[in-house]
């Protein structure tokens, strides 16, 4: 008796096509990615290492060497690390559609495409950090938070920012009683200001 095309006992068949194309997505994200997790500040964190982990793309077919450009410093606040970055535009758009600021673009063209800051190689905006929380990966960095701790070494207390009228909510990231860095709490329905995050800077400084 054949199995129902459409029906239940299709969905094993199907749900192992899915993986496998997920596996060579993977692949092909990871094709210039550095496997720096245990120093990245994303690990534990990383999108792109849990779908690793979840669809097993453990090992590279590319015996090519991996590419590799310096990381820039946008400001203080912000820093890029060109090889990190899987090109999935989210920095670009909620800079654009989310803050209107505009702040970030892409340049060149295919494989060669890069995030680019408004000025030549500086970013000139109010440091708001979205599109640091909204990274997947490592490639966007906080200048604060940078190699100071492991996300599964902190606890996460919910909170209300009450450094202006907005009531924005966010999520301290507290180890030793110190507070590490704030993210927003309900992204996208909330979106802290940078008046937030310079006060958990403050903090932490």
């Known amino acids: 008796m054949h199995a129902r095309r459409n029906g239940r006992h299709d969905r094993p068949h199907r749900y192992a096509a899915n993986s496998r194309c997920a596996q060579g997505n993977a692949r092909i994200l990871l094709t210039n990615h550095p496997l720096d997790c245990p120093v990245c500040d994303k690990g534990g964190e990383c999108e792109l290492q849990d779908m690793v982990f979840r669809y097993g793309a453990e090992t590279s077919r590319f015996i090519e060497e991996k ?39 892409v340049g060149q063209r295919g494989v060669n495409s890069v995030i680019i800051p408004n000025l030549e190689n500086r970013l000139n905006c109010v440091e708001c950090g979205m599109c640091i929380d909204i990274c997947p990966v490592g490639a966007l960095t906080s200048g604060t938070y940078r190699y100071k701790t492991r996300p599964w070494e902190m606890i996460y207390e919910p909170t209300t920012c009450a450094h202006c009228s907005n009531g924005c909510k966010v999520t301290l990231s507290i180890r030793n009683n110190e507070i590490l860095r704030a993210n927003n709490a309900t992204f996208p329905e909330s979106m802290a200001t940078s008046s937030a995050r310079r006060a958990a800077s403050a903090m932490t400084s």
């Open 67 to 105: 590419l590799h450009v310096p990381e820039e410093k946008w400001s203080e606040a912000v820093y890029y690390d060109a090889p990190r970055c899987i090109l999935c535009f989210r920095c670009v758009r909620v800079c654009d559609e989310g803050m209107g600021v505009k702040a970030l673009g």
